[in-house]
């Protein structure tokens, strides 16, 4: 399988439509075999990527290479990538069959060798019975594993997925997405996969890009990403934060301290340049704790929100430094029941939250 | 009808006639009354005389086996109905594509670009034909005065006028159900095609083309059946020297009073029709082309 992995690299790929800036300079490389997940909120311009590199948009400036080979000027048809199109494009005058054997029969292949092959792929996708069935009597997600098959059946270089789980229902979705990562690591390809779902790309891809008005903000694996966001934006996208907006005191060797209305806290890690500091944290590495326990940072306040999860509390607390915070408590062996009006001591230690760039 | 016969339920028993209820019959005995009256009922005359005008029996039949004249006004128009439908829907297959493609502001005009014509007597469209292509018209005076051709060409009075008007008068017909089909098409299936490997005509030709097959086929009809019967543009048109079948009858009842073949002419005719109706039937499921079941 390792043969058939390629790698392809986006060099300062950019798409403008007369003033707008779908892409800009976008520059990133995506290692052979990988899962990699273009990430952003609608508008960022990661449908676009995908489409450059599919081939149905041509870029303004920039190059894509699959392993060394440039391919920007090459029609869609001659670049070979399977593709999975949002709300799955199934043609609605064939079989399930006829469908995956779409790519054989444009290919010409033998008869015999591509009713093996569309057998294989319906197999893979444990799809086999319903090969006779049109794609208007399937399930959504029974259409998602054919449109699948088909985008596999040809061994594609590469599998594109724009968002093709946005159709389906939560439970359904958090099935298919372990189906999906099963499928990747059986398959071997490299996936590049566009979705607006922070859980999704989290819990599937091997790396993360995350696109923010047609710009790359950052790029990396899940943990990194989740536990050192780069900016603000990634921060705030990739799960949710509480921002604290201070200014540098004292700088230590491995770390530093900081006031937020005249508040000090203790932050580890290498101070950013300049005084002033902009702190993520994240509402569930704020914990509650019992008065006169000792913590690196504590900030009292008053919960004037709150809702239950099953799992978890998410409470809203105010305090009179730090501001609004949110704070996520698991909810079994909770130390204090949730109430409006209810005095909390929160607390957090000194790596659990990190600085983050402004943007 | 539930409110109706919730209203009434003792004063109007629920007596049925053909599976509908009394009250039903009633509300729609307007519309059967007056379509008995003045369609129903000339139509049975016209059958009627076409068998016994001048004498009873199938004397008037007969002769479209015997006449050489009945036969070449029924090929003529079989073969300007079929190259008419034949180029009409090509025309309209593009037209209507180029509207599917068009961004929605450009869309609008090209709509109303496509349906003014509707807006227009076919009379003065068949005379603007007549100016644009009689041996002093603007088409010849331009060939000419070009040196691409010595003498006027015959543009009209022939086949190929009445062809040129009748196309012209059918495109909407074709490009509205055309367009319908191609509307309904799911953008991403030609993009999906071609990621799949498929260049832009096995696209076109594997996927597109067979998704508007309904369209294609009730283009084909509508046309087809409009062009059978057409009568305006092929008599003006035509100028007396190419006859089509409405014409012929025209002729045979106003001018010649010859009652018997007219209306035997016309009957074939609405026959010709329903068996073009039937083909089309068995070939799609009606019902779902024209929209009344998905």
């Known amino acids: ?359 | 009808m539930a409110t109706l016969a919730t209203a009434f339920p003792r004063t109007l028993p629920q007596t049925r006639m053909l599976g509908a209820s009394f009250s039903w019959w009633l509300l729609i005995a307007p519309a059967v009354i007056l379509m008995l009256a003045f369609y129903a009922f000339p139509l049975a005359e016209v059958l009627w005389i076409s068998v016994t005008e001048p004498q009873p029996g199938f004397g008037n039949y007969e002769r479209l086996l015997t006449s050489a004249a009945l036969q070449r006004v029924w090929t003529t128009t079989l073969r300007i109905c079929v190259i008419t439908t034949a180029i009409t829907l090509v025309a309209g297959y593009v037209v209507a594509y180029a509207l599917v493609s068009a961004p929605p502001r450009l869309q609008r005009w090209m709509f109303v670009c496509v349906l003014l014509p509707l807006w227009i007597s076919v009379l003065v469209r068949a005379f603007a034909w007549v100016t644009l292509l009689r041996s002093q018209g603007v088409v010849n005076q331009a060939l000419l005065s070009l040196g691409v051709i010595d003498q006027p060409l015959r543009l009209i009075w022939n086949e190929f006028g009445i062809a040129v008007g009748m196309v012209h008068y059918m495109i909407p017909y074709a490009v509205l159900p055309l367009y319908a089909s191609m509307r309904d098409i799911d953008p991403r299936l030609v993009p999906a095609a071609r990621g799949l490997g498929a260049t832009r005509l096995e696209a076109f030709r594997r996927v597109f083309l067979p998704l508007t097959l309904p369209g294609i086929v009730a283009a084909t009809v509508l046309v087809f059946i409009f062009s059978l019967g057409f009568y305006v543009t092929p008599a003006i048109l035509g100028g007396g020297r190419t006859l089509m079948v409405a014409e012929y009858i025209k002729l045979q009842i106003l001018d010649l009073i010859r009652w018997g073949v007219g209306t035997m002419m016309a009957t074939t005719l609405l026959v010709a029709v329903v068996v073009v109706l039937a083909i089309f039937a068995r070939i799609v499921d009606f019902r779902r082309l024209f929209g009344s079941r998905h």
């Not at chain 1, 064939?94 to 290919?107: G, I, K, Q, Y």
């Not at chain 1, 050192?228 to 230590?252: H, Y």
């Not at chain 1, 006031?259 to 806290?265: L, N």
């Not at chain 1, 978890?312 to 996520?328: K, M, P």
């Open chain 1, 1 to 359: 399988m390792a043969a058939l992995q390629h790698s392809l690299t986006v060099r300062h790929l950019a798409k403008h439509y007369g003033q707008t800036r779908a892409v800009d300079d976008v520059t990133l490389t995506i290692e052979r075999g990988e899962f990699v997940t273009l990430l952003g909120p609608s508008g960022s311009g990661k449908t676009t990527i995908l489409m450059a590199i599919a081939g149905f948009v041509q870029p303004t400036a920039g190059d894509i290479l699959l392993d060394e080979t440039p391919i920007t000027p090459l029609p869609p048809e001659r670049r070979n990538f399977g593709m999975v199109f949002q709300g799955y494009a199934l043609f609605p005058h064939m079989t399930v069959a006829e469908n995956v054997s779409f790519p054989l029969r444009v290919r010409n292949v033998a008869r015999a060798d591509a009713e093996r092959r569309v057998a294989e792929a319906l197999d893979l996708v444990q799809l086999g019975h319903l090969r006779d069935r049109r794609p208007s009597q399937l399930s959504g997600g029974q259409q998602q594993r054919v449109a699948l098959a088909r985008a596999l059946v040809f061994q594609p270089a590469l599998l594109l997925l724009d968002e093709p789980l946005s159709a389906l229902d939560k439970k359904l979705r958090a099935e298919l997405q372990v189906e999906l990562k099963a499928l990747h690591r059986r398959v071997g390809l490299t996936f590049i996969y566009v979705t607006h779902d922070q859980e999704e790309a989290l819990s599937m891809s091997d790396s993360i890009a995350i696109l923010r008005d047609g710009r790359l903000v950052q790029h990396g694996p899940p943990g990194v990403l989740y536990e050192c966001p780069a900016t603000r934006f990634v921060a705030d996208f990739l799960g949710k934060s509480n921002f604290l907006a201070g200014r540098i005191l004292e700088r230590q060797q491995d770390g530093f301290t900081y006031a937020v209305d005249g508040a000090r806290f203790v932050q580890a890690g290498r101070a950013p340049a300049g005084e002033d500091v902009l702190i993520a944290l994240r509402p569930e590495k704020i914990g509650i704790a019992a008065s006169g326990e000792a913590a690196p940072n504590t900030v009292e306040g008053t919960i004037i929100a709150w809702s239950y999860f099953g799992t978890s509390f998410a409470l809203v607390v105010q305090t009179a430094a730090a501001g609004r915070l949110q704070v996520t408590v698991p909810a079994w062996r909770c130390p204090v029941e949730p109430a409006e009006g209810r005095r909390v001591r929160l607390a957090w230690t000194a790596d659990a939250s990190v600085p983050v760039v402004p943007d």
